[in-house]
Each structure stands twice: as C-alpha cells, then as structure tokens.
C-alpha cells in the first residue's frame, strides 16, 4: 500500500474549522484507520466550487459507510464530498491516482 503524506489543515481551500467538523464524523467511526484526499483540491488545482474526493482506508461495510456519508452531509457544508472505500475500487487509474497525489486528511490515533 503506498505511503501518502499527511494533508495540511488548509489543504484544498478548506478551512480548519471545516477540516474538524469533518474528522469529527471520522472519529464516531473506529473501523476507518485512515482517510485519504485526492483529486483537485489534494493536488492543489482546486476552484472554489470543487468536490472533495476522499477514500477510507478501514474495515465498513457498506451499512456504516452509508452511516458516514450521511453523517457527513448533514454537516451542511457548502461542498459535495466523493466518498470511496479504498479497498473496494476496481478502478486501477483511480487507485494509481490516489496512491500518487493522495494525502493523508485523517488517521485514528
């Protein structure tokens, strides 16, 4: 599995605030290890407008990723967020794509 490097709090245009509100709903959940960001805004060609993509690195089944993403949208932020579960993609030019401009955006401690 590759090793990405961590996100800074204001990585892809998102603030602290909204980075904590995220990682809030990350830590209810203690089958996500980790959370990686990618696309745009990891690579840092965002536009204000850009979704945040964002893969989980843990063991959910799709009842608690269901759980999560929900969880996540009722925090009204004004971004549509492009949740994955790494271990489930079948797409190998969007795994390369992670595991090469993919950031670290949470990790359980």
């Known amino acids: 599995m590759a090793q990405w ?3 800074m709090f204001d ?12 990682n809030g709903v990350f830590q209810l959940y203690p089958q996500i290890k980790t ?8 690579k840092g060609n965002f536009r204000p407008s850009s979704d ?6 843990g063991d959910l089944d799709w009842s608690t990723f269901t ?8 925090l ?6 492009d949740m994955s579960i790494f271990d489930h ?3 190998s030019n969007l795994v390369e794509h992670i595991e090469r ?3 670290v955006f949470y990790s359980q401690k």
């Not at 959370?35 to 990891?42: D, E, F, K, W």
């Not at 945040?52 to 690195?57: A, C, G, M, Q, S």
């Not at 759980?67 to 009722?74: I, T």
Request: glycine share 8%; charged share 25%; net charge negative.
């Open 35 to 42: 959370v990686i960001l990618y696309g745009s805004r990891a």
């Open 67 to 74: 759980e999560v993403e929900n969880a996540l949208d009722d």
């Open 89 to 91: 993609l079948e797409n």
């Open 101 to 103: 401009v993919g950031q």
């Open 5 to 7: 490097k961590m996100a």
């Open 11 to 22: 990585v892809g245009g998102l603030s602290r605030a909204e980075c904590d509100s995220i």
């Open 76 to 81: 009204l932020l004004p971004y549509k967020i």
């Open 52 to 57: 945040i993509d964002l893969t989980i690195v």
